[in-house]
């Protein structure tokens, strides 16, 4: 391994190694007594992304290549968040849930935070449980919405677990939909309590926890603005399934007796806040470890106040999930200051290296970096070189002179706003985005943000965001989807006013309405994992082949402009799923080249692959318009693909099947 790594047991440089080491080999290899996962028959969907390894997969084949164009929606129902039309607050949420569906009972969350059970077969409701956290207020970071809700049974009982926007873990009987009065406190524990600086909702909310075993891990959303002086740290905490009692909480700023507390320089451990995990946290039940992804520390881009490499902060961090001990950690960033935190649920897989079996873990990254490591030592599966990045200039910043590059595989979307990765269609064009280019600072990966204004790519958002990736077992292939999307970043102290920044493409960071930078704009690729080697690239989306500038080209599809993307793998097919976000005010935002693009290209599409050789077989226009993954269960023998849509008037859950 070209990086560096040291056991724990040594005291730690002011550079911390990329893999540390907690406990002997032996230990690792042998952990005592996991409790066992949920086993599900392949008709199931049992968890977010289809089991604790983040797999997003499902082997199901009723739906394949000869049969897919033949979709159609079996049922529709409207969410129950409908019923809040009418309040300017509350209709402006988006149905970003992804539902599970175990023993015959399909159970869905609203961006309101209320959950309900219904038949799958018909959609028709069974039960619904109102908590009313949304009277505390709009939550942070994007307001009223929901990635999901976890389930656990030991066979006789049968609960579900919930994280709500006012911090707080729920447990519902499954059956039912009544709290579970035995867990916490009438059925619901307070994750806020131990956590200084929490404004419910405001600042701090609970994320979809993960069950593991007789364990519920749950990490949090917190407030991601640059301005905010003091925010509440990312604590990780693990709670009894059936009671409610606290077991374990890892700190991921660590405390003063804690490794990693001496790479916040100037005590700012202290101080700093954030780095939390909020993308969901994977589970390997037989060596008993969980794998959590964290993201920045307070704040996003400037980080003149938290001097040094700031672990446990855009980390992944391997744990025993019975007592919450770290057993090896990887920092991906040092002193991030780009929010490129990490987004994605990590992804638990086996492949095969040079003839070596590896247990590994995956993790996509907003940089277009898929992350390889050996999930029992930490080791990385392919080199990671630490190479130097440009110096910041903005005064009482100290950029990381190096930054951890993964040599395998390729990266699958661009990095970095470079003359070489501007737009080429003809030597005109090029020269104009060349001079387009100069309105701002602009270099490779890792360059720091400045007070003119930084065009970096990927941006904020990312190349790979929250809807993460899809592995397939059998083949060892990972499927990720990705955005090419620049973001315009300056630094922000604390207590400054806002400085104006972008989430996705505006009229400066464009020509005549076209991006900048090459396309696809937008992309599903494939990655043999076994090689580290990329097999295809399929654009998601035609773009705007008939811009004035482009439509004489005879150009191949270009990728939409889109603001999030997510992934569901069967046995014959992959599926990416892409949307565009609303304004708060519930109106559309299209992209800048609206005029010269698909005319359904405004509302969430489905793009079907061949998953063996990247052929687009199908689009499905659903009805709606909203951010979510799709899953996929059988019921009554039949196959169905289910997702939400909508964030106001379209707000539904839909599921899709072929024709009886």
Known sequence: MNGRHQHIDRPAP???????????LATCLAPA??????????????????????????????????NVSRLQVAWRSPSPDLAFQDDPILRRSRNEDTPLMVNGRLYTITGLGIISALDPGTGETLWTHDPRSYEIGRPNNGGFLQRGLEHWTDGDDERLLIGTADAY?????????????????????????????????????????????????????????SRAPRSPRGDVQAYDVRTGRKLWTFHTIPREYETGYDTWLNGSAERAGNANVWAGIAWDPELDYLYMASSTGTNNFYGGDRPGDNLFAESIICVEARTG??????????????????????????????GREIKAIMQVSKQAFTYVLDRVTGEPVWPIEERPVPPSNVAGEQAAPTQPFPTKPPPFDMQGTTIDNLMD???????????????????PLYTPPTERGLLMLPGLLGAASWGGAGFDQET??????SRTVPSVARPTRPGEPRRRSNLGVRADTTLEGLPLFKPPWARMTAIDMHRGEILWVSPLGNGPR????????????????????????????????????????????????HPWGDPDAGRKLLYAFDKRTGELLHVVEMDG??????????????????????????NALVALSLPD
Do not use: C
Request: aromatic share 10%; hydrophobic share 40%.
């Open 625 to 650: 318009f909203a951010a979510s993954a799709p899953m996929s269960y059988l019921h009554d023998g039949k196959q169905y693909i289910a997702m939400t849509v909508g964030g106001n008037e379209d």
């Open 33 to 66: 007594g996991p409790a066992p996962a949920q086993v599900s028959d392949g008709g199931e969907w049992t968890h977010y992304a289809g089991g604790e390894n983040g797999h997003k997969y499902s082997p199901l084949d009723q739906i394949d290549s000869s």
């Open 425 to 443: 269609f003809t030597p005109e064009l090029r020269a104009r985005a060349t001079a387009q280019l100069q309105n701002f600072d602009y270099g």
């Open 14 to 24: 002011a550079r911390p190694p990329a893999i540390v080491f907690a406990i002997a």
């Open 476 to 481: 060892g292939i990972l499927y990720v989807p």
């Open 546 to 593: 008939n811009h004035p500038l482009l439509r004489d080209l005879d150009l191949p599809p270009l990728g939409d402009h889109i603001d999030g993307q997510s992934v569901l793998v069967t046995r014959s097919l992959v599926f990416g799923a892409v949307w565009r976000r609303d304004r708060r005010d519930g109106s559309r935002l299209q992209p800048s080249w």
């Open 325 to 354: 001990e770290r057993v090896w950690h990887f920092q991906a960033i040092h002193h991030g200051i780009w929010d490129y935190d990490f987004a994605a649920m990590p992804v638990l897989g086996d492949i095969t290296v040079d």
């Open 169 to 225: 873990l729920l447990a519902l009987d499954a059956r039912t939909g009544e709290p579970v009065a035995e867990f916490g406190h009438d059925g619901r524990v307070d994750i806020a309590a131990d956590i200084p600086h929490v404004v419910r909702s405001t600042n701090f909310s609970a994320r979809r926890p993960l069950v593991a075993g007789d364990i519920v891990i749950v990490g949090s959303s917190i407030q991601d603005s």
